[in-house]
């Protein structure tokens, strides 16, 4: 006969082949989870293996391997010649009476949070997921050009550095003085900063960088200005601040600074949202004409610059135009950036720049949602730095993502010389191009998506005088561009 303990294994435990969760581990979770809920109290006896084998259908070697992990865990005590009995491991764990529930109920998570919280509209995921063979970006790197084999090799290096166990046990300040340092030397050798470690505080991306920017800067219905055509992630970031944003124009020559002198006073604004390189997702440049007259404007109005540097390290002719925050005189720049854009998302890093009493304030937001930060990537980059490693990296991929947006305007120029218009960019991963005649783009994505291309909505802009997509290229090889833009044309023709 079957004892009670018996039946309830069987209507709890259900188990699938999986390549990502071993069968012995999905049936210890479940057992465990039923000591949790009160079904086997402590001191009942588990079947033995053969007869816990039969009952689940199970080889007896896992069946073994069960009851090996849960004492491993504290959850059964295993006992020669008697038995296998539960354990509440050092009664750690209050049990979970069920009484109100089926056993059913087991096999599932609520959905639904049984109480009430404040969700975010503003903070709505704006993912789009496709199984297209062919996807079109807003101008992010190649994961494929990372030197994945020599990263392989630094990471395992730095992991044996006998000094990173005493590293991990210091305070966040003295572990990274040396990165911050050569943080620093890199910055003023290629920004023409003149920066010291209390200027610069790091952090894992530029959004988190402009999360704890607005923190600090932003009260509830502070007025923060943004181009017409701007970021969708930093004005996300700026609403949930609780910002009141308010859109000024932008033209052949960036945002029109004149507008903000004309139609703002004194202490009206709060901070002003600017590119510093080029405008996104239309990547026109403001000029230095206007650089220097919104520097003016801020300490005569009272109001930040946030200046974000996100594509410096692809630059194609010429050289980077330095940014406004090497020129600040008065403290009112506050420069985002992002460092390893060559290298794969786990060894990038964003980092903000401002002065002292700022970086204080946001080592404090820092504090309490990042403290310890990665220090192995940090050890990581520190190295790449003072060798010259990352400057050789950029300039290896600028050859080549030069040699993509070249070939991506001549196949523009092949397919659409006639329905679209674009600028030629200097820099970054992605070409502004505007459609004429107008014509529907959330259709012509649809099309796209029949053709096995995925335009997402992100790169989409439309309105009574835009129609116009930002085209991310740098993620492409050639053969790649050239299937993607016949594509589009083929998507286009079809409407």
Known sequence: MHSPVD????????????????????????IINAIQRGYLPEGTALPGTRKFSVLLDINRNTAVAVYDELASQGWVDIVANKGTFVLMPEKKTAAIKGALQGLEQLKTYPKVAGFKFQSSFNLASTEEFSVSKYVINDGQPDLRLHPTHQFSKWYSASMKRSSLISKWNQTQEQSYTNFSKQLCNYLNATRGFYIKPDNIVSTRSTEMSLYIVSQLLIKQEDVVLVGHLSHYKSNMIFQQAGANIITIPVDAYGIDVDFIEKNFTKNSIRCVYVCAHRQYPTTVTLTAERRLKLLQLAKAYNFAIIEDD??????????????????????VVIYLGRLGQSFFPSFQ????????????????YLQILDKQGDLIQKQILTELISEGEIHRLIKKNITIYKQRRDYLCACLTTHFKDDATWQVPTGGLAIWINFKPSISLVKLAEKAKMYDLFLPKTILYQSKAVCAIRLGFGHLNEGEIEIVIKTLRLSFDAL
């Open 310 to 331: 996100f594509d410096y390290d692809f630059q194609f002719e010429g050289s980077a135009m330095l940014p406004m925050a090497s020129s600040d005189g008065a403290g």
């Open 349 to 364: 890093i964003g980092f903000v720049v401002a002065p002292e009493n700022i970086i204080n304030e946001a080592k404090n």
């Open 7 to 30: 039946g309830i294994l069987k209507s709890l435990i259900h188990f699938e082949k999986s390549p990502n969760t071993a069968i012995y581990i999905q049936i210890a979770q479940q």
